[in-house]
Every structure is written in C-alpha cells, then in structure tokens.
C-alpha cells in the first residue's frame, strides 16, 4: 500500500514537470492513476430492478474503484441470466422479489440499489434494511413524506446506511457552482429558475399510472429542479405555491400531473420559480441570480456533459460518469464515513418529499403553504 502510494506519488509528481499539460489534463491524469492504483475497500453492489436505469448504473460500476456489481435482484428470469453472464454474477447472488429477504444470509454482498418504480421503493428498503444491508435507493425516496419518514426508522433501527440516487451532488461543475455561491461570488442571491421536463411516450408505461408512481411528472423529472433550488440557493424553503396545468386528462388521469409551475420562498429572500412537465422536450436548465453575478447550466441535470457559465465565463472541467462518481462517491460515505459537499442520506431525500407533499397540496388548494423544518 505505502510503496504503491509513493510511486503514484512520484509518478505524479513527473507529470507537474510537464509544462504541456494544463491544469486540467493533469487533475485527470492524477485522477486516472489514483483509479488505477486504488487498493482500499470496496462495497459490494446488487442492484434490485433490472431497468432502463439500472442497465444504464450497472454499465457505469464497471469503471469503478470503489464499488463493484456483485448480485442482482429482479422479476425477470431472463434479464438475470442476461447479467450474470455479461457482469459474471454467481447464482448465489441472484434474488426475485419473493426470496431476497434471504440477502441476509449473503455475506458477499454489502448495499443493494433500489432502481424500481418509486411505490415499490419503500416496502423494498425497509425488507433490506431488516436484511442487514445498506440500502442506496433511487429518487423519489418515496412516494410521500410519510413514507420516507418511514424508511429512515427502518435504516436507522437496522443500523444501515440510507442513501438516495442524487447524482448531480457529485457533479463537479454543479459543485463548482456551489463553490462559487458559498465564496460570495454572485453576491446575495435572489433568484433561481429550474427548468425540467420531456414528452413522455406510452400512456401503458409506470410512470403515468399513480399507483405505480405516486403522481407525475414532478415525482420523476420536477423534483431536479425543486432538489436545485435547495443546494443552488442553499437555504430550505419556507413557503411555497403551484398551479398545475393539464392539456390531456385521458393521458394524465387523476392524481398523475402533466405540468406543474411552482415558485419557493426561502428565508434570506430568495424566490425560485420552477417548471416541471411531461408535456414540452428541451426542458433541462438552471439558472442562479445574484446581486454581482449568475450561473447557468444547460445541460443543468441530464446525463451530461453538464454545461455550466457564470458571468465570469465557461466553467471547463472533465465529464465523468455521473453514476461512476455518484456510487465511486457512495461507497466512501458508507465504508469510509467520508462527508460530501451535498447530503445524499435519508434525511436529504425527505426534505424534497416534504416540499412534494406541499406543492400538491398547494396546487389543489390554490393556497399559499408555509413549511416547517
Ligand atoms: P424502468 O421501467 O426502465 O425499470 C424499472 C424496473 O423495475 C423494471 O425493468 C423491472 O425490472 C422492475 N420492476 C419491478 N416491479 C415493476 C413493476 N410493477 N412495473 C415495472 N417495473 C417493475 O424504469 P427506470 O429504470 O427508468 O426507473 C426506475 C427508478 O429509477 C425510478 O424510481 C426512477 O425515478 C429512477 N430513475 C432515476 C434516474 C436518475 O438519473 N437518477 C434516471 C431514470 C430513472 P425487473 O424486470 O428486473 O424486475
């Protein structure tokens, strides 16, 4: 290990003398380098749910160092025969949805990924949690604050790790924004706009179908721009108000939004003002006001790369991965207590469930709601 670190160190310590590489290159030399000679821990993955989104984080683990794929939990018999083979996952790491309360019995693997339809999330966390394992659950945590509530006792009482799928908190020019929020940079700041949104396809899918989903475009796409406002203004929100608007009731039935406008306030003055849809493409963007300056991102929380200027221009640095440096990232808050800049646990999760539950209820009762921490 020590002799490991001292030739990495001088290795890189070479590359310094390079006057042709930029500062830039030159982070990403050290950053593969560390990569490849990395020695420490590494947690052991099984991802439950075997999706469009799980297919997309499975892909992005194999360029981890600190997290590995190991298992697999799903309803389908053959995407697991499917993944064994691709990812080499043995037989014994291989659960349905009936059986994976035996997990338990598994010492080879650490945390699970929740990556299902979000009603499902909270009676599958809760199953592991009683399971022993980690739980690392995708966004919406739950379908209500109640819900979440819920799912932090279990995590808590079990004595694991629960974290939420927010993998634009360890975006680095997301970070780098806040950076520059947090040293003053644009002066006291006032306003927020998120923009988010997609025309959504088959009307048969889970998304648009309220037991499945808890409600519509503003449990899925929506809650980037409402989890946004928090971390670009980074103050919670103390009142908020929405209107919905609904071009097609057959597609959106009852209880599943098409579009949701909503605006937050927050304590020290700022107002963010935030579009949430299924209805409109194109809809990806964030944008920061301050009193001596701003910062945009377009791209703002799509798979990237992010684009992100302020008023003192670009900000250029490398894209990885988001689900590379989110699970890279995880693996060290859960086997190494390492702090990130912007919270990913249980609690982070149920702040925007709280604001979720408000902007319902806001919209149907056209009031004003004040929130309480
Ligand atoms: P998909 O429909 O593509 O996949 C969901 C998977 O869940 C299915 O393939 C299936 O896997 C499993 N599943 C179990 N029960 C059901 C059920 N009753 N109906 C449908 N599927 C079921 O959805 P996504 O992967 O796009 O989304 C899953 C979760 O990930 C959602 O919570 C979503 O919000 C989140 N997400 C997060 C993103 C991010 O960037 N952080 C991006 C996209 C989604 P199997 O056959 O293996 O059982």
């Known amino acids: 290990m020590r002799s490991r670190r001292d030739f990495l160190q001088k290795l890189t310590a070479s590359f310094i003398a390079m006057p042709i590489l930029s500062r830039q290159s030159y982070a990403e030399t050290e950053r593969k380098l560390t990569d490849i000679f990395y020695d420490g821990p590494v947690l052991r993955v ?117 974290l939420v799928g927010y993998r634009m908190h360890f975006e680095a020019k997301t970070l780098e924004v806040i950076r520059m929020r947090q040293a003053g940079e644009f002066g006291k700041i006032l306003f927020f706009q998120g923009l988010s949104g997609f025309r959504i396809g088959d009307p048969a899918q889970w998304r648009i179908n ?41 597609k959106f039935k009852e209880g599943v939004d098409e579009t949701i406008q909503f605006q937050l306030g927050f304590p020290g003055g700022a107002v963010a003002s935030c579009l949430s849809t299924y209805a409109m493409n194109n809809l990806d963007r964030f944008f920061l006001n301050g009193e001596k300056g701003f910062a945009e991102m377009q791209p703002g929380h799509g ?30 808050i859960i086997l190494e207590g390492k702090q990130p800049v912007l919270p990913v646990d249980g609690e982070e999760g149920l702040r925007d469930l709280k604001i979720i539950d408000a902007i319902y209820a806001a919209v149907k009762s056209g009031k004003k709601i004040q929130l309480t921490s």
């Open 210 to 250: 309220k037991g499945l989903s808890g409600g519509g475009s503003l449990m899925d796409i929506g809650i980037y721009s409402l989890n946004a406002a928090r971390y670009m203004i980074g103050e919670e929100p103390v009142w908020v108000t929405a209107q919905e608007t609904k071009n097609d009731p057959v």
């Open 46 to 162: 099984a991802i439950m749910g075997l999706g469009s989104y799980g297919t997309r984080v499975a892909e992005a683990m194999q360029a981890c160092t600190k997290a590995k794929l190991v298992g697999v939990i799903s309803g389908t018999p053959a995407k697991i025969a499917a993944w064994q083979a691709k990812y080499n996952i043995p037989e014994k790491n291989c659960y349905n949805y009936e059986n994976f309360d035996e997990i338990k019995n598994n010492p080879d693997i650490d945390a699970v990924y929740i990556i299902t339809p979000n009603a499902l999330h909270k009676p599958q966390a809760i199953r592991l949690a009683k399971a022993g394992k980690h739980v690392i659950c995708e966004k919406p945590m739950a379908l209500n604050a109640a819900e979440g509530k819920e799912m932090i006792t279990a995590c808590k009482s079990a004595g694991v790790h629960l």
């Open 303 to 332: 798979y990237g790369p992010i684009k992100a200027k302020t008023n003192k221009g670009d900000i250029e640095l490398p894209h990885i991965t988001h689900q590379t440096v989110q699970m890279n990232e995880m693996a060290a």
